[in-house]
């Protein structure tokens, strides 16, 4: 059986950054991670957690460190999402980067009876906020000046984008195509 999820980043809008896959049921939690990681083009850089519905809510879902204070209740490298997502319109929280705050919503939209060996991008709108742009509030910021080529900031904005004089930053831009590749990259280097 595999699930078909959307999930989208919560608290952006103008456009809306959601993604829509469809993965198998027995990925660990770690795997669909690294399936939001490839499919947004987020970096893989920070810290994440799942959990029902963002702080504060149980069971967390996360890698457990011994450096941490306080350990999930489940690991993401060793729990299968057939553990938690048992019914469609079900719905979790992933947040990503304990620093910027990114809060993803993912809904289990359709069981899918067949089974898949490797996850699938269908759909998707928005591009994703670069790493460490200071989060919803920063990237809307950001947005706000590279709209404006006459801003004080825009040109270091675009230096810090590393985008050339002419190139231009689309925050509507998502690539179907180039979505599907990266996670097909990741997964056949999980299987060599």
């Known amino acids: 059986m595999a699930y078909q999820f959307k999930i989208q980043l919560r608290n952006v809008s103008k456009p809306l950054v959601w993604r829509r896959v469809i993965v198998s049921e027995k990925l660990t939690f770690h795997e669909l991670h690294e399936v939001i990681q490839d499919v947004f083009g987020w970096g893989n850089y920070h810290l994440y957690q799942f959990s029902p519905s963002g702080y504060g809510s149980n069971p967390v879902i996360s890698v457990p460190s011994k450096d941490d204070w306080e350990q999930p209740e489940m690991n993401s490298m060793k729990t299968r999402l ?8 079900q719905s979790f929280t992933y947040i990503y980067d304990f620093g910027d705050d990114w809060v993803h919503k993912i809904v289990l939209e359709k069981l899918v009876p067949e089974p898949m060996k490797s996850p699938v991008c269908l759909d998707g709108k928005g591009n994703c906020p670069p ?32 985008l ?17 590749e990266s996670i097909q990259d990741m997964f056949s280097k999980q299987i060599k």
Request: hydrophobic share 25%; glycine share 8%; net charge negative.
């Open 82 to 89: 057939n553990k938690v997502f048992t019914k469609e319109k």
């Open 131 to 162: 790493e460490d742009c200071g989060g919803p509030w920063g990237y809307e910021n950001m947005k706000t000046i590279l709209a404006d080529p006459t801003h004080e900031e825009y040109n270091e904005m675009k230096e810090w984008l590393g």
């Open 164 to 180: 050339d004089d002419e190139e231009e930053y689309d925050a509507s831009e998502f690539d179907l195509e180039e979505a599907n």
